[in-house]
């Protein structure tokens, strides 16, 4: 048999186990999960993203967004969980664009066929009328490809930037601190909770 071990903000593994004929039950001895990667970077400067292979709405560089917290989101237009949450994104960039926070969105590309902001745009069309009420995304989103998807140290990672921070699932938000560090998952919930949490973050003293 082949044992799929994985936990939260861990590292999953396949581990080939062997069941003696007629058992029942078998105990399967410990096995060793290292950290995700997100995981390894909380504390951590945030890294600048690399292999961007275009902007929707201009270039950003997190070391210039020290002194804001930063959302930095991963999502694809082809996930239904992110395009679901999407408009609470939306909102909270509209509400505290000027008071201390950034949203900033990373498209990664399952197909690696979206690599510039017209075809990402092509695709946004029926989702925006559909599902955002016609609004569009107005912060910065760097489109990046999903390509190559490897299995390494056990654990299967997209290229790009979402190697870079050892993301996994789809969508997941990163929050960064004021000193441009990773503190670690953001959760993204229904639009007044979310807000909620922003506004306990931003009135944290500096």
């Known amino acids: 048999y082949t044992l799929n071990a994985y936990g939260s903000e861990l590292r999953g593994r396949y581990i080939d186990i062997a069941v003696p004929s007629g058992q029942s039950d078998f ?40 002194g804001k917290y930063v959302l930095l989101d991963f999502w694809g237009y082809w996930c ?47 989702i ?11 912060f910065p989103v760097a489109l990046t490809s999903g390509k190559p998807l490897n299995l390494k140290n056990g654990e299967w990672q997209r290229g790009g930037v979402a190697a870079q921070y050892g993301i996994l699932g789809y969508p997941t938000t990163v929050l960064i601190d004021r000193e441009g ?3 670690g998952k ?17 009135a944290e003293k500096k």
Not at 41 to 50: C, D, N, R
Not at 186 to 202: I, P
């Open 181 to 183: 560090k990773v503190v």
């Open 27 to 66: 105990e399967v001895p410990p096995i060793e999960l290292t950290a995700s990667g997100l995981a390894m970077l909380i504390g951590e400067p945030a890294p600048e993203l690399e292999g961007v292979e275009a902007w929707r709405g201009g270039a950003v560089k997190l070391a210039d967004l020290k």
């Open 128 to 138: 925006k009328e559909k599902s955002w009420n016609g609004r569009d995304v107005e």
């Open 80 to 126: 239904g969980p992110c395009v679901a949450e999407m408009p609470v994104l939306m909102k909270l960039d509209e509400k505290f664009k000027d008071k201390g926070l950034a949203v900033i969105g990373v498209h990664v590309d399952s197909d690696g066929e979206v690599d510039t902001v017209a075809k990402l745009d092509e695709r946004l069309v029926e």
């Open 186 to 202: 953001f959760s993204v919930g229904d639009e007044k909770s979310t807000v909620e949490e922003v506004e306990k973050l931003l």
